[in-house]
């Protein structure tokens, strides 16, 4: 049977399934096209920045959106099937639109680069419920944002470039596409972000051998280092793999820690 001989209700449900349904990272950043791989304009000069004599400069990290299907185009294909898929899709979207969640995948080069893709993006508002970061540090845990890296220059730190991240979608929006004063940015809810370890480490250790990245990121909120993010993100937990290590609130312009769990050595070797 055809879906679009199904009747209108229960072609409406599975539509509602798909727009719901986070799609599946890469698992590493090859496997989208490199063309694919989009730098928003201030992220290009970064990477591109010259020197006083404008010769090319030290590349800095910079952060990349993947524009390559499915990731770049998940409503799309829903909207133009034909004049019944698409009123369809509207109506789903309108209805459960806004309770969509916000689910953006993040691979950390080990050149510090930041390579994201959307798996699940709500319509376009000024504000999401929530928005779930997932950090895969692949393997360059121990140089970015990590213990020992207080030698490491503050610009090629794993962490400012998670505060970017947010600005940007705050400031700018969710949409890699978006500039600067075109849009009110995005109120956020609650913010999620979980540190993936690399797979070498995830048995046995302490939290900070095993996530450094999210012990040095609370820190960085406790600190103030991303106040100006407080107007606009009401909560953050940061968990590590599958487990919450800190929660924060926003209050009076700053983040406050509200909760932060600290693992034994020996409680991780008994898992």
């Known amino acids: 049977m ?7 209700e229960l072609r409406q449900i599975i539509i509602e399934e798909v727009l719901t349904t986070p799609l599946s990272p890469p698992s590493v950043p090859s496997e989208v096209r490199g063309q694919n791989w989009f730098y928003p304009n201030e992220e290009n000069k970064r990477r591109l920045s010259l020197d006083a004599d404008d010769n090319p400069a030290e590349r800095h990290p910079a952060i990349a959106f993947n524009k390559q299907e499915p990731w770049g185009f998940q409503y799309l294909p829903l909207l133009l099937v034909n004049k019944a898929f698409s ?30 893709s959307w798996l699940l993006v709500p319509p376009a508002a000024t504000e999401t419920e929530c928005l779930d970061i997932t950090i895969r540090t ?7 944002g990590a213990a020992g890296s207080e030698n490491v ?39 999620r972000i979980t ?30 280092y991303f106040e100006d993010l407080a107007q606009k993100v009401n909560s953050i937990e940061i968990f590590v793999d599958d487990r919450k290590a800190y929660a924060f609130s926003s209050a009076k312009g700053s983040f406050v820690l ?10 991780a070797m008994e898992e």
């Open 195 to 224: 540190v993936v370890a690399p797979a070498d480490m995830k048995v046995g250790g302490t939290e900070d051998e095993r996530a450094p990245l999210a012990v040095r990121l609370s820190e960085y909120f406790s600190m103030g």
């Open 87 to 116: 009123a369809d899709t509207e109506d789903v979207l309108r209805r459960v639109g806004r309770h969509i969640q916000s689910t953006l995948d993040v691979m950390l080069e080990d050149d510090g680069n930041f390579k994201a």
């Open 138 to 144: 692949l393997e360059c845990m121990k140089t970015f």
């Open 2 to 8: 055809s879906l679009s001989t199904l009747p209108t």
């Open 258 to 267: 509200e909760w932060s769990h600290k693992w034994r050595r020996d409680s």
């Open 153 to 191: 220059p503050l610009k090629r730190n794993a962490n400012t470039s998670v505060g970017r991240l947010l600005q940007r979608i705050t400031s700018v929006g969710l949409s890699p596409y978006a500039k600067d004063r075109q849009t009110l940015g995005t109120q956020i809810r609650k913010l």
